[in-house]
């Protein structure tokens, strides 16, 4: 479908049956003896990045043509996908990902330490659900299939119905990338179709599941997940609201700057990223209305734009709609419909006081996904507590402070320690708008912003698809080559509570 437009483009794959499920998931289990090979599989991955790159131009106005996100923006998302491709390939390539430990026998001990050896197998098979959001980043060759397939586990990815033709030529390609290196194409599989989520969490060969989407679609799966005969790990990004609190001294001091920054964070993408802020916590003094001056400025200039399809747009015409009609809402700049196919954006402004105790006002502490966000205002710090008290957890929280605050003067570490465990990644002084692909990076939080701990973003979200398995007293003839005592590839690891790295050994 043309999001721009409404109409249907073409049809390019039919809604996959229980047994096309059955076929991909079987053909992909028995594939994956050949990504045993760390070598091979981080060549795989390279490869995979350097077919998109040659492929970009018709990957982009493909991907364009079906969800109206614009060549800037997904040119870039493209990048940053071959990016996080090749990041992968390097964290196979220095292995430190299977966390090899060897404790050699130790009589000495109480109890005596037998010879053990400890490292990380991959699960299976990974089910993949893709964004809506992200053709490229988090759908087929996001971050959960490029993680999966360097813990040397093939994947099975249900198609998002907003880009079908775009995940058709991308499995296309990452399957190119697999033959050219020996590895059967059905280490990455695609099918398509709602009941194809479902079969594909149930199937008995499936080990894991990556997720990114709504929190209804994702606890269905979730607790399909659970209750298989033998229940899998479900790692699920459902929602997020993203709390952002500014203090009366950030905005004494910037209240412009923070409230131009609002305005581009809530928009950027037409306001449909997972960490959009969707509530901000202002004061509600005189900083606190030049912020919402400013805010108002910036918003009203952003101009209309489209969603990636029109049930979406329909949601959020009447979601914002919802919200604005309670009592003690105001809207500065009202968020809603622009023409039949746009929507505009804004945003809604309420007492703090009104989210600070169970009511009708808890919509507003839901997420809406859309170009607008909730300023709540705030007449005193144990507001601003409360209101953070009755938060779900989320994936980012942040907290604008004045440069004495964030000096280590006022409250800013009581902020810090408040904002915490609400979220996965915590900002000063910025926007959570920008996930950057990095090893320190941790994309996830409390639930319902995820399902599970772990990052679905940076090089730790591998550890996803691995469990640990020791083995003791066994022979080194019997040993993996990852355990054996001369080190034969070169691996990172900790020998008798000491780390060695291979050029030590």
């Given at each position: 479908?043309?999001p ?93 990902f ?7 026998p ?19 098979v ?29 994947v ?42 479902v ?11 990556g997720?990114t ?20 790990p ?21 209240a ?20 959009k ?43 914002v ?49 859309g ?9 005193s ?75 679905s973003v940076?090089?730790?979200?591998v ?14 003839a ?6 054996r005592d ?20």
């Open positions: 479908m043309d721009r437009t409404g109409k249907r483009r073409e049809q390019v794959a039919v809604e996959a049956t229980a047994e096309d499920i059955d076929r991909a998931v079987r053909a992909a289990h028995s594939a994956r003896g050949a990504l045993a090979d760390r070598t091979v599989r981080a060549a795989v991955l390279r490869t995979a990045a350097d077919l998109l790159e040659e492929a970009e131009d018709r990957l982009v106005a493909v991907a364009d043509a079906e969800t109206a996100l614009g060549s800037a923006r997904l040119t870039g998302e493209l990048a940053r996908t071959c990016f996080q491709l090749r990041a992968f390939a390097g964290i196979v390539d220095e292995g430190d299977l966390g090899v430990i060897i404790d050699h130790d009589d000495t001990a109480t109890p005596p330490i037998p010879d053990l050896r400890r490292y990380k197998v991959p699960l299976g990974v089910a993949v659900y893709s964004a809506s959001n992200f053709p490229f980043a988090f759908s087929v060759p996001g971050g959960d299939t490029a993680s999966a397939l360097a813990a040397g586990c093939p099975v990815v249900k198609a998002h119905p907003d880009h079908p033709a775009t995940s058709e030529l991308v499995a296309a390609l990452l399957g190119q990338a697999a033959a050219q290196h020996g590895v059967p194409q059905a280490v990455v599989g695609l099918v398509h179709g709602f009941d194809a989520g079969e594909l969490v149930r199937h008995p060969l499936i080990a894991a599941a997720f989407g709504s929190v209804r679609g994702g606890r269905a799966l979730f607790d399909a997940a659970a209750a298989r005969p033998v229940p899998i479900f790692h699920g990004e459902l929602g997020s609201l993203n709390p952002v609190v500014v203090t009366e001294a950030a905005a004494a001091e910037r412009e700057q923070i409230g131009t920054g609002l305005a581009g964070s809530m928009t950027l993408g037409v306001g449909q990223f997972c960490v802020p969707g509530l901000v916590l202002a004061p509600a003094g005189a900083g606190g209305d030049e912020l919402i001056a400013s805010l108002a400025g910036a918003v009203k200039g952003a101009g209309e734009g489209v969603l990636l399809d029109h049930r979406m747009r329909d949601n959020f015409v009447a979601g709609t919802d919200r604005a009609a309670l009592p003690d809402v105001e809207a500065p700049v009202a968020p809603g419909a622009g023409d039949e196919h746009t929507v505009s954006p804004g945003f809604l402004t309420v007492p703090a006081a009104k989210l600070a105790e169970e009511g009708a006002h808890d919509v507003l502490l839901e997420e809406c996904f170009p607008v966000t909730v300023v709540a205002r705030y007449d710090e144990d507001e601003v507590t409360a209101v953070l008290s009755r938060l779900p957890g989320n994936l980012t929280a942040t907290v604008h402070l004045s440069s004495e605050e964030a000096s280590g003067g006022g409250r800013g570490a009581d902020i810090l320690a408040e904002l915490t465990p609400l979220a996965g990644r915590v900002l000063v002084n910025g926007w959570p708008t920008g996930v950057a692909v990095a090893p320190a990076q941790h994309h996830g939080g409390p639930y319902p912003a995820t399902t599970s701990t772990s990052t940076g090089g730790t979200a550890e996803r698809w691995l469990r640990p398995v020791t083995y003791q007293s066994t022979p080194e019997l040993l993996p080559p990852e355990l001369d080190n034969p590839l070169g691996l990172p690891r900790r020998v008798d509570g000491r780390m060695e790295h291979p050029s030590s050994t």
